[in-house]
């Protein structure tokens, strides 16, 4: 055991649910005959489950925050029937028809952060009446109907990265990718492991780290091998979210936004206080949902085919599940990018196995809403004895980053650390805002 805690860095609890989702793709493979892993079925996973990820991804921000958005599923059906549409009858060119349906999302987050940042009004009834609202405007703008999109809008959702290079039996690309972020990961430890050593600080014995290193790389590699084997190359729609994940991963955990959502979540009378500006970071939040709201929406179009009046229809509740499966605290303050696609992967296996074995839909939302109720139910029992978190592991990586940065900047003690990445932090919140 004290091995496995010098390798994954504190206690096993940590890994909670990325061991769930390991536990649960091993039973379905065992119950399924091998048919979860199949590289086909993997790759159709990736697919049918990147907008619920790409909503999980904005909605983690708006629940660190303190707020919650009933209203993503309507904003992405209204702005994917608008997008088709304007295909269609406008002949745009469906580049432009992206750029159209993410503008439109930026215009309906101003919307809804002007209410609830500026006259006051609590996030959960703007974006109540936001879903009453644009699910009304999807079918009058509509006229409840079906609109197709052209094949080259629906490489976003359908599309895989293209065979290139000599017949390996492999997508070479999809191989290639998998090395590369293999070579990114190792560098960036590498990085992070000689700038901690120059400034003196304590660093994890050597072997421990390689050992995760290799473990990682080991997964990813396998993955990637995995999806290659098959008839298709790695997703498009699953390359979008690993750019989303990587860009909000560094937003939330390296930068002075990120501390300020997580500063109004977790106490937002004190973080005003210390200088943050509460209206303009719960303004941010709403807004940029909206916009994710909308990707995710083109992105379901695209993979569909067509837009229909009845798209969107419960996104809201997948995306607020992913977020509280993946680790985040209803009252806000607590929660990561990365926990919430773990949390999203969680529920997308499950559905996904439960199809498989022929279970029908409704024994299928009923499993899902006990696997949500136990998930977080646990989690505030951990949180009540005071143990860690589940996903301790990533809260834990990236305070270690703020102190590094802290430290680099000359505000450190390297004898109490912890002490000075208090004191740091709250000068940050005060000058930086």
């Not at 909000?248 to 977790?266: D, N, Q």
């Not at 696609?341 to 499993?367: P, S």
Request: hydrophobic share 50%.
């Amino acid at each position: 055991m004290n091995i496995v805690r010098k390798i994954f860095g504190g206690d096993i609890r940590q890994l909670g649910m990325v061991a769930a989702l390991v536990i649960l793709i091993a039973y379905f493979q065992w119950r399924t005959g091998g048919l979860t892993l199949d590289p086909n079925n993997v790759n159709n996973i990736i697919q049918g489950n990147a907008y619920i990820l790409v909503l999980a991804i904005g909605m983690v921000l708006v629940i660190i925050a303190g707020h919650i958005d009933l209203s993503v599923g309507s904003i992405s059906a209204f702005v994917g029937i608008v997008v088709a549409i304007a295909i269609r009858d406008w002949s745009l060119p469906w580049p432009v028809g992206i750029l159209l349906g993410l503008g439109l999302g930026a215009l309906v987050g101003v919307w809804q952060g002007f209410w609830v940042a500026r006259v006051g009004i609590p996030a959960f009834i703007v974006t109540l009446a936001g879903m009453l609202f644009f699910r009304g405007a999807n079918q009058f703008v509509g006229d409840s109907t079906t609109v197709p999109v052209p094949a080259g809008f629906q490489v976003i959702g359908s599309g895989s990265l293209p065979e290139v290079g000599p017949n390996t039996g492999y997508n070479n690309l999809t191989v290639l990718l998998g090395i590369l972020g293999c070579a990114a990961i190792v560098f960036g430890a590498l990085r992070s492991r000689a700038r901690l050593t120059k400034i003196g600080a304590q660093v994890e014995e050597a072997w421990a780290m390689w050992v995760r290193l290799a473990l990682v790389c080991l997964v990813i590699l396998g993955a990637m091998f995995l999806i290659a084997s098959g008839r298709k190359g790695f997703p498009v729609s699953g390359l979008i979210l690993v750019v989303l994940v990587l860009v909000y991963g560094f937003i939330a955990s390296k930068t002075v936004l990120g501390r300020h959502i997580y500063a109004v979540g977790g106490n937002r009378h004190a973080a005003e206080l210390s200088g943050v500006k509460s209206r303009q970071i719960n303004f941010f939040v709403m807004a940029n949902m909206a916009v994710l709201a909308s990707l995710a929406g083109m992105m379901f179009v695209a993979r569909s085919t067509a837009s229909g009046p009845f798209d969107g229809v419960g996104w809201e509740l997948d995306a607020i599940a992913a977020v509280f499966i993946g680790g985040a605290a209803v009252t806000g303050g607590v929660g990561t990018v990365v926990g919430s696609i773990v949390g999203g992967l969680v529920m997308a296996v499950l559905n996904n196995g439960l199809q498989l074995q022929g279970v029908g839909a409704d024994a299928t939302q009923m499993i899902k809403g006990l696997v949500l109720l136990v998930a977080v139910a646990f989690d505030v029992y951990n949180k009540s004895q005071g143990k860690p978190s589940i996903l301790g592991l990533f809260q834990r990586n990236r305070d270690r980053n703020r102190r590094l940065a802290e430290a680099e900047s000359g505000t450190v003690d390297t004898q109490n650390p912890a002490q000075s990445s208090v004191t740091s932090t709250s000068s940050t919140l005060g000058s930086d805002s």
